[in-house]
């Protein structure tokens, strides 16, 4: 089955820099990578996502770019602020065929003012 | 719309008890799944249902079994809790199999 992988695990940043977290997958079938955000004691939710036929997608301050070839992808968050500070999960999903996410184990964003 | 829930928000059961989780959407959504989410290691896949009378594994099913009867409800039954199914269990529903949304969460500690 599809493996993700995370890096880093945790990431602590000053306010107005960027953030960077990185996941690979192993199923060269998946075509769908979505990006969720937890808040602390708070539900998962989806903040960006992108599909295999697409090599980046920007909105606003994220960007999320996908290789393909070398099976990974990445979140970009610029100008960070204290409130981007929360747990980043990366998925990946083969549409059409199973309709499961496998999710990498997360990456704890702290944002210091 | 009060989009995904779950009952109950917290449980505290002795090792050995029953309980089933239930979750409820009102948005008409086809496929639903129940994750468990531990310390480090992310969202991890139980059971998902991909419509109404359909139930499926994911990941790490053992210890659970889920039922689907009614398009809106998914419940994620553990018939003899363990200590290792202290956890937070999270359900989520989705419209076409893509964006999944997640319900609040059930924190359940077997002691």
């Known amino acids: 089955g599809e493996n993700v992988e995370q890096h880093p695990s945790t990431l602590s940043v000053q306010e107005g820099d960027s953030a960077v977290i990185k996941c690979t997958y192993s199923d060269s079938a998946s075509n769908y990578f979505p990006w969720y955000k937890q808040e602390l004691g708070k539900r998962p939710q989806l903040i960006i996502d992108i599909r295999s036929n697409v090599g980046e997608k920007k909105d606003q301050r994220i960007a999320v770019t996908l290789n393909k070839t070398a099976k990974h992808f990445s979140l970009h968050i610029t100008e960070t602020q204290p409130e981007d500070s929360a747990v980043y999960f990366c998925a990946a999903s083969i549409i059409g065929s199973n309709y499961k996410l496998t999710f990498g184990k997360g990456t704890l964003l702290t944002v210091n003012p | 719309n009060a989009g995904v829930t779950q009952t109950p928000k917290f449980r505290v059961l002795k090792t050995g008890q029953s309980m089933t989780l239930l979750c409820a959407q009102d948005m008409n959504h086809e496929y639903m799944y129940w994750y468990r989410q531990d310390p480090g290691m992310g969202l991890r896949l139980i059971h998902y249902?991909?419509?109404?009378?359909?139930?499926a594994k994911g990941e790490v099913p053992d210890g659970y079994n889920v039922s689907r009867l009614k398009k809106q409800n998914f419940l994620l039954g553990l018939e003899s809790a363990a200590p290792s199914q202290t956890s937070v269990y999270f359900c989520a529903s989705s419209p076409g199999g893509k964006t999944q949304y997640f319900g609040p969460g059930t924190r359940l500690l077997v002691l």
């Open positions: 249902s991909v419509g109404e009378g359909t139930t």
